[in-house]
Every structure is written in structure tokens, then in C-alpha cells.
């Protein structure tokens, strides 16, 4: 039995799911955005996490503004994926191909030939599902994902299924 927060938690994911399939791209985009903005405010933890990594990785020291402005960002940035991987299940092949590119591809494709297999370590940056899509509808790869367990068990299943329905 699922808790009431891990409940409201599958349910939350789920209607966005719908609502990315339903709400136009122009209207959708700008709205992932501003909800990832405003759940920055609710994920104090993960907003401090943030804070600090972008600290880590500026360079050099931020201010009280730029930091907030980091963050702010990041959460925006992190709506936009949720859009674009509640999207990817139900887009076709010609928006899947359309502006993507693959540089060093054709290491993969050596890697193929020589009768071994490929290990293809992407860094945590964005839509990565959409490479694996990509790899496995347009260049009929069989996949192989290492993922991370969420919880409520119910949200793990929903994402498995989604990333086996796109290979």
C-alpha cells in the first residue's frame, strides 16, 4: 500500500504526464519552467544542494543574487526535462530525429563492428532518454539502462514502463 505522500507523489507525475501530452508546446514550455521555479521554494533541501553545487562549479565566489539566480535556473531547467521526458513516449520519429545530433556516434558504431559491446556514458545534463530513444528507434539498438529506484514503487514502474515502450 502506497503512502498518502508517496500517493500524491505518483499522482503528481502522472498528471503531468497528461497535461505534457495535452497543454501545446509554446503554452506547456514557459509553464514547465515556472512550475520548476515554484517547486524550488517547496524542495528547500534540494534548493540549498543546488546552491552549493553552483557555488562549486561557478569559479569563484557568488553573490546572494547570482546564486539565487543559479538555482532559480536549475529548478527552471529541471521542469523543462520532466516536460520533455513525459513527452518523449508519445513522440514520433520525425520529431525524434528532428535537430538531433550525435557527435562521436560513430565510435558506437566501431565498437558495434568489432563484435563488442558498447558501454555510452551520458553526463546527467538533460533529456538523456531522448539519446536513448534515439539510439533504440532509429538506430535499433538494444538497450540496456542502469536506473535509479524512486519511490513510491508504483512511480518506478510507471518510468520503467514508459522507457521500455520507447526500447
Do not use: C, N
Not at 46 to 52: I, S, T, Y
Not at 54 to 67: H, I, N, S, W, Y
Not at 94 to 106: H, I, N, P, S
Not at 130 to 149: I, T
Amino acid at each position: 500500500m502506497i503512502d498518502p505522500a508517496g500517493r500524491a507523489t505518483y499522482l503528481a507525475y502522472r498528471a503531468g504526464g497528461l497535461a505534457a501530452r495535452l497543454v501545446p508546446a509554446p503554452i506547456a514550455t514557459p509553464m514547465a519552467g515556472g512550475l520548476g521555479r515554484a517547486l524550488r521554494f517547496a524542495m528547500r533541501g534540494r534548493a540549498d544542494m543546488v546552491a552549493r553545487h553552483q557555488q562549486r562549479v561557478a569559479g569563484g565566489p557568488l553573490d546572494e543574487r547570482e546564486v539565487r539566480r543559479a538555482v532559480d535556473e536549475a529548478f527552471a531547467s529541471y521542469g523543462r526535462y520532466w516536460l520533455e521526458m513525459f513527452k518523449l513516449p508519445h513522440t514520433g520519429l520525425g520529431e525524434l530525429t528532428r535537430g538531433f545530433t550525435a557527435q562521436g556516434y560513430e565510435r558506437v558504431e566501431a565498437g558495434l563492428a568489432a563484435g563488442k559491446g558498447v558501454i555510452v556514458a551520458l553526463p546527467h545534463l538533460g533529456g538523456w532518454e531522448w539519446a536513448g530513444a534515439w539510439m533504440a528507434e532509429v538506430k535499433r539498438h538494444r538497450l540496456l539502462v542502469v536506473v535509479e529506484l524512486v519511490e513510491p514503487p508504483d512511480l518506478f514502474e510507471w518510468f520503467a514502463a514508459a522507457r521500455e515502450a520507447m526500447g
